[in-house]
């Protein structure tokens, strides 16, 4: 995280203090950069965030899992062997038509 301060300078505990609560604020989020700006007794403080990396979940043979890997033989065999089912939505609305 890259923080910066313009117009004049902060003590160190302060900063730590904002960037604390804007953490605590969007627990959710990655903050890539903070910028301060001074102004007498103001501060104003812009914040920028990183895209947060996402995990496909999927219903599996009955569990939520991400990935297999952790799956045994057996249960990885289950997966090979599911149907996968699809809708051929073209077919569907001409029929409806």
Known sequence: MT????GGT?????????????KEANPDKYITSVEFTVDG???DMNYT?????FERIRRITGY???T????NDAKR??????????L?????LEEIA
């Not at 923080?3 to 313009?6: H, M």
């Open 88 to 92: 051929d939505c073209g077919t569907a």
């Open 64 to 66: 939520l899992v991400g």
């Open 10 to 22: 902060m003590p160190q505990a302060e900063i730590d203090a904002y960037v604390k609560s804007l």
């Open 77 to 86: 065999a289950e997966v090979e062997d599911r149907v996968k089912h699809s």
């Open 3 to 6: 923080v910066t301060v313009k």
């Open 49 to 53: 965030y990183d895209n947060v990396p």
């Open 68 to 71: 297999v890997d952790r799956f």
């Open 41 to 43: 007794e103001f501060v």
